[in-house]
Nanobody
Framework: QVQLVESGGGSVQAGGSLRLSCVAS???????MGWFRQAPGKEREGVAV????????FYADPVKGRFTISRDNAKNTLYLQMNSLKPEDSAVYFC????????????????????WGQGTQVTVSS
């Protein structure tokens, strides 16, 4: 049984940083893994994804240059380092994993991911 457990969310002021973690258990596939977020009243959107063990990453335009996705394979943990946070980054952040690779035309689609964590809240105040 695959489990994804996120942590690291919290409240920060604009310009601050947070690092989210996602511990994956029971996930043997080497597919696309990444982060999505959902703000109240908005659709879930892709933030950043990667293929573990390969130099393939995708980022949403609003977070490019500010967020960095990485993975520690030894710890089965996915990270999202978020710097220069803005109030519009406030959302529930979800870890997601797929059985397939990350593709430029579809990485941002939530229906491409089979496994999801429970989410962690990030609140950025101005």
């Amino acid at each position: 049984q695959v489990q994804l457990v996120e942590s690291g969310g919290g409240s920060v002021q604009a310009g601050g940083s947070l690092r989210l973690s996602c511990v994956a258990s029971g996930y043997a596939a080497r597919g696309c893994m990444g982060w999505f977020r959902q703000a109240p009243g908005k659709e879930r959107e892709g933030v950043a994804v990667m293929v573990p063990g390969r130099s393939i990453t995708f980022y949403a335009d609003p977070v490019k240059g500010r967020f960095t996705i990485s993975r520690d394979n030894a710890k089965n943990t996915l990270y999202l380092q978020m710097n220069s946070l803005k109030p519009e980054d406030s959302a529930v952040y979800f870890c997601a994993a797929s059985e397939y690779g990350c593709y430029s035309g579809s990485w941002w689609r939530s229906d491409q991911y089979l496994y999801w964590g429970q989410g962690t809240q990030v609140t950025v105040s101005s």
